[in-house]
C-alpha cells in the first residue's frame, strides 16, 4: 500500500506542494507555521471545492467552463437577497445558492446529454449567458460589505475547532467526494463513461445520464462556492470569479486528472488546487508580481500534462499491439 | 534469375508484369498474418485476390500501399526491386488504393481531395485554383462523372465518392490500382457503373487487384484469380480455365486441422425466442430459437448484419419490428440495462473499443455490471468486489499479477477474459459472443473454446458470432448463416461442410 503510494502521481504532487512550502519557509520564516498554513488551506478552499466539481466532469471525458459564472450568478442573487431581506436566514440561502447551482449544472448537463452537444461549446455558451444574466438584475451595480447583513457574512468566518467554516466546508466536501468516488456506483460510472464510453454503453451504463450527474453535482458546488464567495470577501459584482474556471482546469490537470477523461483521483484535485492556493500565497509574500504566479501556474500546467501524456501513451502502445493481431 | 518460380502459373502472359511480390511474409506478435505468398498485376488485367475473412488480403493491402513493411520477400516495379517504406513511396512508384471506406476528407472540395498533396501551383506558390478545377473536371470526365469540382466532398454519395477517390488515384499517373471490396457499400445501379469504370481502367493500361468475397462478381469482371488462406497463397491462374466449385475449395482447405473441445450437448427447453427481428436499415426478419445449454453459431461475411442484430439484440440500437420471448415470456429491450436485466450480454468484437475499460483495474471492470451485488444500501464494498472478480477470473484462469492491475496492461488474450468474466459474474441465461477468438493467439483461443463448451455444459446458452470456419463447425450445435442482412440459411452441425457455408453466405447456388 505504502510502496504503491509512493510511486503514485499524488505522491509526486504531495512532494512538491511540500518543497515549494519549505522552500518559502527559508526566504520567509513562519510561512510553514501550521496557523499560516491553515491559512492558506482556507484561501484555497473554494478552489478546492470547485475542483473536486470539475473532476466530476473532466472523469466523464467533458468539461465545464461554466463553473466561474455559475459562481458569480448565485453570489450575486443571495447577496441581493440579503441586501433587500436581511431576515432571511443564512441557511436558506445556502440552500438556495445550492439550489440554483444544482439547476445550471443540469441546464449544462441536459444540453450535453439531450441534445449531444459538446461540453465545451455547451458551457462556453452558459458561461456567456450566466454571466450576462448578473448584469441584467444588478443593473452592473456593486453589492458592497455594507450592505451585507453580519450573520451573512460571519458565517464562514465562524472559527469551530480551530478551523474556519469555510475550511470545514471544504474537508466535508473532499470526505463526501472521497465516498461518491470510491464507494458509489455513480462514482464508479465517471470512470467507465470517461474511459471508454463505447465499452460503458455495452456495460448498461447511460453515458448520458452520468455525464448529466456530473454536470448536476459541480454545479451544486459552484452554487455553495457562489455563496462562500461573496460572504467571505464581502462584495459582489458582475466580475465575481472572472477567470476563475481557469484556475479550477488548471487545478484538475496539475492533479493529474486526465483531459481525455478516466483518470484522476479526489488526492490529486485537492493536492493540484493546493499546489496553486500555496503559490498564489507565496508570490505576494516574497514581494513578486501576480503576474509570475500566472507563468508560473502556467509552467506548472504544461509540466503536469507532459506527465500526464507520457504516462497515458505508454499505455496506449500495449493496447495497439494486441489490436494489431487483429489484422 | 530467381531461384524458385513463384509466379502462378502463367498460361497465355499477354504483357510483363507491372508490379511483382516475391516470397512476401510478414508475422505480428503471435500471429504469422502472411507467409511466402505471391503476386503479379500486369496492365490491362484485373486480378481479383479471394480469400475468408483473415486469410491476410488487407495485410497484403497494406504492404503494397507501404503502410506496413514485410518481413521477408521482395517486390518489384517493371523488374526492378522496390521498397515500400512509407504509403509516399508507394504513391510514387503508381499504386493507389481505393478502400472500402474511402479516406478523403469531408470538408474539402473534390478537386482539393482529387489533388490533395500534389495540388498545382501558381508561380508565387499559391494555390492555382482555376488550373486545379480544370484539371480535376478532365479527370472526372475521365472516369465518367460529371461532378463539380468545387462542392464540398460531403454532398456526394457514396459511390460518386468511390469516384473521387478513383480520380484522385488517376491524378498521380497511377499505374496499379488496388480496390478492396470497392462495391461493400454499394447499391446494384451504382455497382454496374462501377464495373464499367473497371472496364475504362482496363482499357487505359491500368493494372488492377480487385478484393472481392462475391463470385459473381469476380466472374463477371475479374482475368485472374489468386486465392489466399491462412495467410498463404494457395491457387492463382486464369478465371476462364476455373470454376466456382474449385474456388470454393480453394477458400475453404481441405482439412480442418484445429482441434476442438468434445461436447456431449444435452439440451434443454427454449431460453431465447426472437420473431421477426427487423431494423430500418442493417438486417430484416430474423427468427429463430434458441435452447438451453446449445451453442448457436452465427456465420456470414464482414458486414453480413450480424454485430449490428447483436446489437439490436442486446439494447444498443432498437428494432423497427419484431419480439422476443424469453423463458417463453414476452420481453422488451430497449437498453442495455434491460438485456442484462432479462439475463441477455453481450461480448463485443471490439474489446479496445466497447469491450474492456482499460484504465480501470481489472476487478473494477470484472464487477461493473453487477455493482447493485456488491454494494449494500448505495456503498460499494471492495471486500465483496475482489470476491466477485476472484471467483470468475480463476473461472477463466485468467493470469495476472494482482486484480488490481489496470486492464490496459493485459495481453489480448487476457483482456477477452476480463470481459467474459464481467459477463458471467452478472449470472445470464444468454451471453453472446462476437467474434470471441479474433485477434488472440493459439493458446488463448483454445482456452476461450474450453470455456465456452464448459459454459454449455453448465446450462448456459451461447450465440457465437464468428467469421472462422473451422470455429463454426468445431463448436456450433446449429448454425444461421446471415447474408446482406437476412437468414440466408439454417443448418444443424450434422447437415453441414465448410462448402455449404461459404456458399450460402455468398449466395450461390448449391452445388448438384
Given amino acids: ?327 | 534469375m530467381a531461384p524458385k518460380d513463384y509466379s502462378p502459373r502463367a498460361a497465355a502472359d499477354t504483357a510483363a508484369p507491372v508490379l511483382e511480390l516475391r516470397g512476401i511474409s510478414k508475422s505480428f506478435p503471435g500471429v504469422k498474418a502472411l507467409s511466402d505468398v505471391a503476386l503479379e498485376l500486369r496492365p490491362g488485367e484485373v486480378t481479383a485476390l479471394i480469400g475468408e475473412n483473415g486469410a491476410g488480403k488487407s495485410t497484403l493491402v497494406k504492404i503494397l500501399t507501404g503502410i506496413y513493411q514485410p518481413d521477408e520477400g521482395e517486390i518489384r516495379v517493371d523488374g526492378e526491386p522496390m521498397r515500400f517504406a512509407t504509403a509516399t513511396a508507394a504513391a510514387d512508384a503508381g499504386v493507389t488504393a481505393i478502400h472500402q471506406e474511402t479516406v478523403l476528407f469531408d470538408e474539402l472540395s473534390v478537386g482539393e481531395n482529387i489533388f490533395l498533396g500534389h495540388a498545382p501551383h501558381t508561380r508565387l506558390g499559391l494555390m492555382d485554383w482555376a488550373r486545379m478545377n480544370r484539371e480535376a473536371t478532365a479527370i472526372l470526365d475521365r472516369v465518367g462523372a460529371r461532378i463539380d469540382p468545387t462542392i464540398p466532398l460531403r454532398e456526394l454519395g457514396i459511390a460518386n465518392k468511390h469516384l473521387v477517390a478513383i480520380a484522385r488515384a488517376l491524378s498521380v499517373e497511377a499505374r496499379v490500382v488496388v480496390m478492396d471490396e470497392p462495391t461493400a457499400a454499394l447499391s446494384q445501379k451504382e455497382i454496374e457503373e462501377l464495373y464499367e469504370l473497371v472496364e475504362r481502367l482496363k482499357a487505359e493500361g491500368k493494372a488492377i487487384l480487385f478484393i472481392s468475397h462475391k463470385f459473381d462478381e469476380v466472374f463477371r469482371i475479374a482475368d485472374r484469380y489468386t486465392v489466399f488462406r491462412d495467410g498463404e497463397m494457395v491457387g492463382a491462374g486464369r478465371l476462364d480455365e476455373t470454376s466456382e466449385d474449385r474456388l470454393v475449395e480453394l477458400m475453404v482447405g481441405r482439412s480442418v486441422d484445429q482441434i476442438f473441445p468434445q461436447r456431449h450437448p444435452v439440451l434443454g427447453g427454449e431460453v431465447l425466442k426472437v420473431v421477426g427481428y427487423s431494423h430500418p436499415t442493417e438486417f430484416a426478419d430474423i427468427n429463430f430459437t434458441l435452447r438451453k445449454g446449445e451453442i448457436l453459431g452465427f456465420y456470414g461475411l464482414v458486414g453480413a448484419g450480424r454485430s449490428e442484430f447483436m446489437q439490436a439484440l442486446f439494447g444498443v440500437t432498437r428494432p423497427s419490428k419484431g419480439a422476443i420471448r424469453i423463458d417463453g415470456k414476452v420481453a422488451v429491450i430497449r437498453s442495455p440495462t434491460e438485456a442484462i436485466a432479462q439475463g441477455i450480454v453481450y461480448v463485443p468484437e471490439d474489446r479496445g473499443k466497447q469491450g474492456a475499460i482499460t484504465a480501470l483495474p481489472i476487478f473494477q471492470n470484472v464487477t461493473l455490471p453487477s455493482l447493485d451485488r456488491t454494494s449494500r444500501s448505495g456503498f460499494l464494498r471492495m471486500a465483496e468486489e475482489f470476491r466477485l472478480a476472484r471467483e470468475y477470473t480463476q473461472r477463466l484462469d485468467l493470469r495476472a499479477a494482482s486484480l488490481d492491475q489496470d486492464v490496459g496492461n493485459l495481453s489480448g488474450g487476457n483482456q477477452q477474459k476480463v470481459v467474459i468474466a464481467k459477463w458471467l459474474a452478472t449470472k445470464p441465461k444468454v451471453i453472446i459472443l462476437d467474434e470471441p477468438t479474433k485477434g488472440i493467439d493459439v493458446g488463448s483461443k483454445a482456452a476461450v473454446h474450453e470455456f465456452m463448451a464448459e459454459l454449455a455444459a453448465e446450462g448456459l446458452s451461447v450465440i457465437m458470432v464468428s467469421s472462422e470456419i473451422p470455429e463454426i463447425l468445431g463448436m456450433s450445435d446449429r448454425v444461421i448463416v446471415m447474408r446482406e442482412g437476412r437468414m440466408a440459411a439454417e443448418y444443424d452441425r450434422a447437415d453441414l461442410t465448410p462448402e455449404t457455408l461459404v456458399r450460402a453466405a455468398a449466395g450461390l447456388e448449391e452445388a448438384a
Wanted: charged residues 10%.
Fill in chain 1, 1 to 327: 500500500m505504502i510502496a504503491k503510494f509512493l510511486k503514485s502521481r499524488e505522491a509526486i504532487l504531495l512532494a512538491a506542494v511540500i518543497a515549494l512550502i519549505l522552500l518559502v519557509e527559508t526566504r520567509f520564516a513562519g510561512f510553514a507555521a501550521p496557523s499560516n498554513l491553515a491559512g492558506v488551506f482556507n484561501d484555497t478552499s473554494i478552489l478546492i471545492i470547485l475542483a473536486l466539481g470539475q473532476m466530476a466532469v473532466i472523469l466523464t471525458k467533458c468539461i465545464d467552463l461554466s463553473l466561474a459564472s455559475n459562481l458569480a450568478l448565485t453570489g450575486m442573487v443571495v447577496a441581493m437577497i440579503n441586501a433587500t431581506a436581511p431576515g432571511v436566514p443564512v441557511i436558506a440561502l445556502i440552500a438556495l445558492a445550492i439550489g440554483m447551482g444544482v439547476v445550471m449544472g443540469m441546464f449544462n448537463g441536459i444540453l450535453v446529454w439531450k441534445l449531444d452537444i459538446p461540453p465545451i461549446v455547451v458551457t462556453l455558451g452558459t458561461l456567456t449567458i450566466y454571466r450576462g444574466v448578473i448584469f441584467l438584475i444588478s443593473d452592473g451595480a456593486w453589492i458592497n460589505a455594507h450592505e451585507m447583513s453580519g450573520g451573512f457574512k460571519a458565517f464562514p468566518r465562524a472559527e469551530f475547532l480551530g478551523l474556519p467554516v469555510l475550511s470545514w466546508i471544504a474537508l466535508l466536501i473532499v470526505g463526501l467526494f472521497v465516498v461518491l468516488i470510491g464507494r458509489t456506483g455513480l462514482g464508479r460510472a465517471f470512470y467507465a463513461v470517461g474511459g471508454n464510453p463505447h465499452a460503458a454503453v455495452y456495460t448498461g451504463i447511460s453515458v448520458g445520464f452520468t455525464r448529466f450527474m456530473a454536470f448536476t453535482i459541480a454545479g451544486g458546488l459552484a452554487g455553495l462556492c457562489g455563496y462562500l464567495w461573496v460572504s467571505r470577501y464581502a462584495v459582489a459584482y458582475v466580475d465575481v470569479a472572472g477567470g476563475f474556471e481557469l484556475d479550477v482546469v488548471a487545478a484538475c490537470v496539475i492533479g493529474g486528472i486526465s483531459i481525455a477523461g478516466g483518470i484522476g483521483t479526489v488526492g490529486g484535485a485537492v493536492l493540484g488546487a493546493l499546489f496553486l492556493g500555496v503559490i498564489k500565497n507565496a508570490l505576494p509574500v516574497a514581494g513578486i508580481s501576480p503576474f509570475w504566479q500566472l507563468a508560473i501556474s502556467g509552467a506548472a500546467i504544461i509540466i503536469a500534462v507532459a506527465f500526464n501524456a507520457r504516462g497515458e501513451r505508454s499505455k496506449g502502445r500495449v493496447i495497439l499491439k494486441s489490436a494489431e493481431h487483429a489484422q
